[in-house]
């Protein structure tokens, strides 16, 4: 069975800093592409963060150059560092396994989701 537990989640001020994490279990973890996805109240969930097998990166655009994908395939755990963080950053973040075929940031390429973490950020 497939488990994906994120932690880290919180309430910050604006320009503060959060580090999520999401241990994963019942799955070869080294041989998927991950994703950091995120839904805020009212909208559509949005991919932010991705990262493939070989550790290349993938940003969204209301991200970049303030949030960096890591992980970590000793510990099966994922990564997700965001600093400058600013009140539209609010919202359940969720992490997700894909395949060993990287598709973005779409969710449709992902097939097994954690229960999320919520980040709340102030202004």
């Known amino acids: 069975q497939v488990q994906l537990a994120e932690s880290g989640g919180g309430s910050v001020r604006s320009g503060g800093s959060l580090r999520l994490s999401c241990v994963v279990s019942g799955l070869t973890f080294s041989d998927y592409c991950m994703g950091w996805f995120r839904r805020a109240p009212g909208k559509e969930r949005e991919g932010v963060a991705g990262i493939d097998t070989f550790g290349r990166t993938q940003y969204s655009d209301s991200v970049k150059d303030r949030f960096t994908i890591s992980r970590d395939n000793a510990g099966n755990t994922l990564v997700l560092q965001m600093n400058n963080l600013k009140p539209e950053d609010t919202a359940m973040y969720y992490c997700?396994?894909?395949?060993?075929?990287?598709?973005?940031?779409?969710?449709?390429?992902?097939?097994?989701w954690g229960q999320g973490t919520q980040v709340t950020v102030s202004s």
């Open positions: 997700a396994a894909g395949g060993r075929t990287y598709y973005g940031l779409a969710s449709i390429g992902y097939n097994n």
